[in-house]
C-alpha cells in the first residue's frame, strides 16, 4: 500500500509546484495591471525581475493563457527511483 501511495505523492507535489508557479504568474500579472514598476511587481510577488519581464512579455505576444502556462522543460524525463521497501 506504501508503495502505490509514493507515486501519487510525487505526482501531488509537482501539481503542487506546478499550481504555485501559475498562482505567481496570475499575481505578476494583476500587479502589473495595476501600474507597478517591474521592480515593485518583483519584490511585491516575490519573483525575480526577469519572471516579471518573462510573463509580461508572454501576456504580450500571446494572451493570458500563454502568460499562465508554461513550456515543456528541456532535458531528459525524469528517471523513476526503484521503490525502498520498508524494513
Known amino acids: 500500500m506504501r508503495q502505490a501511495a509514493a ?3 510525487r505526482s501531488h507535489a509537482i501539481a503542487s509546484s506546478y499550481a504555485a508557479r501559475k498562482l505567481k504568474r496570475a499575481q505578476v500579472l494583476r500587479t502589473a495591471g495595476s501600474g507597478a514598476s517591474d521592480e515593485e511587481i518583483a519584490r511585491n510577488v516575490g519573483v525575480s525581475g526577469s519572471a516579471v519581464y518573462r ?3 508572454r501576456f ?3 494572451d493570458i493563457k500563454a502568460a499562465l502556462s508554461e513550456k515543456p522543460r528541456p ?3 525524469r528517471k523513476r527511483r526503484a521503490a525502498i ?3
Do not use: E, F, I, Q
Open 7 to 9: 507515486p501519487l505523492a
Open 55 to 57: 510573463t509580461k512579455r
Open 60 to 62: 504580450v505576444l500571446g
Open 75 to 77: 532535458g531528459a524525463d
Open 85 to 87: 521497501s520498508p524494513l
